[in-house]
């Protein structure tokens, strides 16, 4: 087994810290066996003033930043619904993993995880929880937040489709003889193929995977 990011390269363990510890002082870095867990007062800051606070466990995978980190909010602040965007679990649904690559793609600073998409998840949690709607475009849960996720990625809404072009993007390599998920009837190297190869640099096959899981039932 191949050791965990932090200790396979320091020198990389240290920039995130450092870049984080940088912009949320508030926020430390702890190791629980072979993870690196980012705990503490994550504040929403607007106009230089702090607006309001949230308490977070933010774990980072073995293999970081390929999957993405696991959030948590654990003052028990944030109701865990799906409309609310957590998970029984109480872990947060802040990015789709398949559309990760549209706001921290792999190899993004950890740093850039936390100014973009779990700012603004916060954001949004604030807002509803004063009494608004979510404020932000919002998907379903699921299977259907997938279906949808993919649906306006790919232009239809055939099941059919998104389900073969999730098993190209799910396999360990595409072969060209495979027929086209765009259901053509041609072989992948006569159609669609560098769209395929083009979404395997974005979508992770294990993402995939488990999406074409959510789609099979």
């Known amino acids: 087994m191949t050791k965990p990011w932090h200790r396979s390269d320091p020198a990389y363990f240290e920039k995130e810290k450092r870049e984080v510890?940088?912009?949320?002082?508030?926020?430390?870095?702890?190791?629980?066996?072979?993870?690196?867990?980012?705990?503490?007062?994550?504040?929403?800051?607007?106009?230089?003033?702090?607006?309001?606070?949230?308490?977070?466990?933010?774990?980072?995978?073995r293999d970081h930043p390929k999957p993405l980190p696991v959030v948590r909010e654990v003052a028990g602040?944030?109701?865990?619904?799906?409309?609310?965007?957590?998970?029984?679990?109480?872990?947060?649904?802040?990015?789709?993993?398949?559309?990760?690559?549209?706001?921290?793609?792999?190899?993004?600073?950890?740093?850039?995880?936390?100014?973009?998409?779990?700012?603004?998840?916060?954001?949004?949690?604030?807002?509803v929880e004063s009494?608004?709607?979510?404020?932000?475009?919002?998907?379903?849960?699921?299977?259907?937040?997938?279906?949808?996720?993919?649906?306006?990625?790919?232009?239809?809404?055939?099941?059919?489709?998104?389900?073969?072009?999730l098993v190209c993007l799910a396999a360990k390599q595409v072969k060209g003889h495979w027929s086209c998920p765009c259901s053509s009837g041609k072989r992948l190297r006569d159609c669609h193929l560098a769209r395929v190869l083009d979404l395997r640099t974005r979508i992770a096959p294990a993402d995939a995977a488990k999406s074409l899981r959510y789609l099979r039932g």
């Open 131 to 165: 009494g608004h709607p979510w404020p932000m475009e919002e998907l379903g849960h699921g299977a259907a937040g997938i279906r949808t996720s993919y649906a306006e990625l790919l232009g239809t809404d055939d099941i059919n489709v998104i389900r073969g072009y």
């Open 21 to 61: 510890e940088r912009e949320y002082p508030n926020l430390r870095f702890r190791l629980a066996g072979e993870l690196v867990v980012l705990e503490g007062d994550f504040p929403l800051i607007a106009e230089g003033k702090v607006r309001d606070r949230y308490l977070v466990e933010i774990t980072m995978a």
């Open 77 to 127: 602040r944030i109701p865990r619904k799906p409309e609310r965007h957590m998970n029984g679990d109480g872990t947060a649904c802040v990015v789709l993993p398949d559309e990760r690559w549209k706001s921290w793609p792999v190899g993004a600073p950890l740093v850039d995880f936390l100014n973009g998409p779990l700012r603004s998840y916060f954001i949004c949690q604030s807002v």
